[in-house]
């Protein structure tokens, strides 16, 4: 049976805006962990709200107790994120937060969980659903994605082992969407 009970950590960003409102619409019970619950949106709320800090390991116990999987959507509040690209090309002011986010990474493969990483390119929160984006694993691809798109894949994922303990780029062509 496919996992109906999910968190979402980064619920009020945007793209985890957009995600919660889908597993809203497609019947998950949804647990967010949020610092702020007024920044959720009105009209999709999730089943349970915990309030706290992603950085408090107790806050982090209880929102995914009980759960049966759980989707990070944490962004780095920053247009220029250059998270594991090729790490020469990356520029100077943004190389430690690439090399925390490769540690997470190899954290994240060590740990034995069932996970999957997904490195988008340029997220767009002015592009459609579409639905039919492309998916590459283990290599990187594309220019963008739609927060739309984004959020599907991450639902997907939830009901599917096809991409387990594997690492997903995904994007689509919105001029030919």
């Known amino acids: ?3 109906k009970k999910v968190v ?18 497609k019947g998950f019970h949804v647990t967010v962990l949020v610092r702020d619950p ?7 709320k999730p ?3 915990v309030v706290g800090d992603v950085l408090n390991k107790e806050d982090v116990s209880k929102a995914v107790e009980g759960q049966e999987a759980v989707i990070i959507i944490l962004g780095t509040n920053n247009d220029l994120a250059f998270l594991l690209w090729d790490f020469q090309k990356v520029p100077p002011p943004m190389r430690p937060v690439t090399e925390d986010h490769i540690r997470m990474l190899q954290v994240l493969k060590e740990s034995g969980l069932d ?3 997904v490195l988008p390119p340029h997220i767009a929160a002015d592009k459609p659903f579409t ?15 739609s927060t739309h798109d984004l959020g599907d894949f991450f639902l997907r994922c939830v009901n599917t082992s096809e991409y387990d303990g594997k690492t997903a780029t995904l994007f689509q062509d919105y001029t030919a969407a």
């Not at 984006?133 to 990187?140: A, H, L």
């Open 1 to 3: 049976m496919a996992p």
């Open 38 to 44: 007024a920044r959720l949106p009105a009209d999709k």
């Open 47 to 49: 089943a349970r709200v």
């Open 8 to 25: 979402i950590f980064g619920s009020t960003g945007m793209t985890g805006k957009v995600t919660l409102a889908q597993a809203v619409d």
């Open 115 to 117: 996970y999957v990483a």
């Open 131 to 145: 639905g039919t984006y492309t998916v590459k694993v283990g290599e990187r691809g594309g220019n963008v994605i």
